[in-house]
């Protein structure tokens, strides 16, 4: 394991962030506790500091796990909680990202995880109701509190984490370091806006679904009763179980034989290797899953497999990146000497 900074932070944390939606059975298909501090050790066996968490998660169990397991070497690891998402469906005020909400979700996370504080606290997901002034201004209220050290943002429109950022830093108010966000070879649309927007900020990103909800591990193969066998807590409706998905994996399976490698550990290393700070979520159901994923850092795909995972998963841009694309273009932007400009890498 090695480690890197989140974000503009001089914060350490792993390379792989272990998540833990999977501890508790609340849900009824997640881990015991006595799997659930499995996998937690396996992943602390690789040198794993990073735990993602939510008030959410197995409703408050994975919160309560987690501070059960880490116990006194708390200040030993970087623990990153969640608030948004409602825990009293009748209550109104008991989700959402205003002040309130975040107030008592904070509170009600130190506890469950039995801590003064928290490393990261994420913004769970966008809401299109509270002011972005409120949350910036409420979440700096916390950091200067002491009750939370840095800020992140998920499943959050480019344009809305761009307005909140600029804000913050216009106001001296604590900004985003770090995005959370779907993102594998059967979901690139991140490409379009929020990936280049997380480079242009210095974002680190820690992409979540990074082997497809399971797509991309080989074990589905379009036949609805076959695949019904292997998980039959998979709604046949869903979505990402599709023909052009199951195509992706396929050459996924080919290039995991070819190497002698589980074909998640594929799916992860793409999503490692892409450009800019990218930390990895992996999450597992059981200690083995655990170390089998874990286990993606021992190799790397080469050039010729990343082009050919490239290439089987690629999406269109749309509008304006492929206008923008366009040699007349690039004629009329920069003249027409631009193929001998050096452009900067998105990333400095």
């Known amino acids: 394991m090695r480690y890197r900074l989140l974000g503009k932070s001089g914060l350490r944390v792993a390379e792989l962030c272990l998540g833990t939606m999977t501890f508790g059975e609340e849900w009824g298909w997640g ?42 070497a708390r200040n030993e690891f970087v623990i990153a909680t969640k608030y948004t998402l409602s825990m009293n469906p009748d209550d109104l005020n008991a989700s959402g990202n205003h002040r309130k909400n975040m107030r008592q979700s904070v509170e009600a996370s130190l506890r469950r995880l039995n801590t003064d ?3 990261v606290l994420w913004l769970h997901a966008w809401d299109f109701l509270t002011p972005v002034e409120e949350v910036m201004r409420g979440l700096d209220d916390l950091v200067r509190a ?3 050290l840095y800020l992140g943002i998920s499943d959050t429109p480019a344009w809305v984490v761009a307005q909140a950022n600029t804000l913050a830093e216009l106001r001296g108010w604590t900004s985003f370091i770090c995005l959370q966000i779907e993102y594998s070879l059967i979901q690139r649309g991140a490409e379009r806006d929020l990936l280049p927007m997380a ?39 869903d979505k990402r179980l599709n023909e052009h998905n199951l195509k992706i994996a396929g050459v996924v399976k080919d290039i995991a034989d070819a190497v002698g490698r589980p074909a998640a550990q594929v ?15 992996i999450g597992a159901r059981t200690a083995e899953q655990a170390r089998n ?12 497999q990343l082009n050919r995972l490239d290439e089987i998963s690629a999406i269109e841009l749309g509008f304006p990146h492929e ?26």
């Open 323 to 348: 206008f923008l694309a366009e040699d007349r273009i690039k004629n009329l932007v920069y003249g027409r000497k631009w193929p001998v400009l050096d452009f900067p890498h998105p990333a400095d």
């Open 31 to 72: 881990a015991s506790r006595e799997e659930s501090r499995r996998i937690f050790e396996a992943y602390v066996a690789a040198g794993g500091n990073y735990i993602d968490t939510a008030n959410r998660y197995t409703e408050g169990i994975s919160e309560e796990f987690i501070g059960e397991f880490v116990g006194a």
């Open 199 to 237: 480079r242009a900020f210095g974002m680190t990103v820690t992409p979540w679904a990074v082997v497809g909800g399971g797509i991309l591990t080989g074990k589905y193969t379009g036949d609805p009763k076959r695949d019904a066998q292997v998980d039959h807590k998979r709604e046949p409706s």
């Open 293 to 304: 994923n874990l286990a993606c850092l021992e190799w790397e795909l080469d050039r010729g």
């Open 117 to 119: 504080y928290l490393d």
């Open 146 to 148: 002491g009750k939370v």
């Open 267 to 281: 799916a992860i290393n793409w999503v490692r290797q892409q450009p800019g700070s990218i930390i990895p979520i």
